[in-house]
């Protein structure tokens, strides 16, 4: 994805603007985010990197609609999910963002085939035609052949595939990765974050990822670095000092 310096407001999938969270416990307040700005491109692979505590998990949970600003508004394709109602917000979740999260949150009474089901039937797509396209994900994913077993069955590295799997179901917009890597070997991180990067471009999702780990850098297109609930700086890949090497090698 190449940045454009004279980008629209159509050329974005979310937008935070003056996004503040503060939590509150008895008499003390933790400003969780202080005024965040950030703009995300259609189709960019973005990595929210950040020390813990630093805000990253709130600005994640805050785009993903899973908590909402005490200040500020979040757009996802230019409706403010932060106005939405319970009902709106559920739609907006189950059709518009997909999810991975870093423990694989797989119902693990489910085959992979189920797991990868479940979305499509909350969003009422037919049984005949769930299975289908479930499959085929699999398939695309590379456990086609994993379908009937459960997760208590497969590795770590094969549960977290039926998870993408699973956030790709409805056709998202956006997929939310949150430490998608933390639980898995370095080789197969590598191969998880590859095929994350892969199926950005073939899929034209815009992946967006919390993370700590440092082999994201050679594949996002953008990286959003923040400290003390700020964003510090927004850098492009290219623009980047660090180098990691090549996560494809073995």
Not at 48 to 77: A, R, W, Y
Request: charged share 25%; with cysteine.
């Amino acid at each position: 994805m190449t940045e454009d310096p004279v980008a629209t407001i159509q050329d974005y999938v979310t937008r935070a603007l003056d996004v503040t969270k503060i939590y509150t416990m008895g008499d003390q307040e933790t400003h969780a985010l202080r005024g965040v700005n950030l703009e995300i491109y259609r189709g960019e692979y973005l990595a929210i990197m950040g020390p813990s505590g630093s805000g990253k998990s709130t600005l994640f949970n805050m785009i993903g609609g899973l908590d909402k600003p005490t200040d500020g508004m979040v757009f996802i394709d230019e409706v403010d999910i932060a106005a939405l109602d319970s009902y709106e917000l559920a739609w907006m979740r189950c059709r518009k963002i997909g999810y991975i999260f870093q423990s694989y949150n797989l119902l693990p009474t489910l085959t992979a085939m189920e797991n990868v089901v479940m979305p499509l039937t909350f969003a009422n797509v037919g049984p005949d035609e769930a299975r289908d396209r479930a499959y085929a994900l699999l398939e695309q994913v590379g456990i086609g052949d994993r379908w009937n077993h459960r997760p208590g069955r497969m590795s770590g590295g094969q549960q977290q595939r039926v998870a993408i799997a699973r956030a790709l179901a409805n056709g998202p917009a956006i997929v939310l990765a949150d430490e998608p890597t933390a639980n898995l070997d370095l080789k197969t991180g590598a191969d998880v974050i590859a095929m994350l990067s892969d199926l950005c471009r073939e899929m034209g999702v815009t992946i967006i990822s919390a993370t700590h780990d440092h082999k994201m850098l050679d594949i996002c297109d953008r990286v959003a670095w923040i400290r003390d609930g700020a964003i510090e700086r927004v850098e492009r890949r290219e623009d980047l000092d660090i180098e990691v090497g090549d996560i494809r090698t073995t």
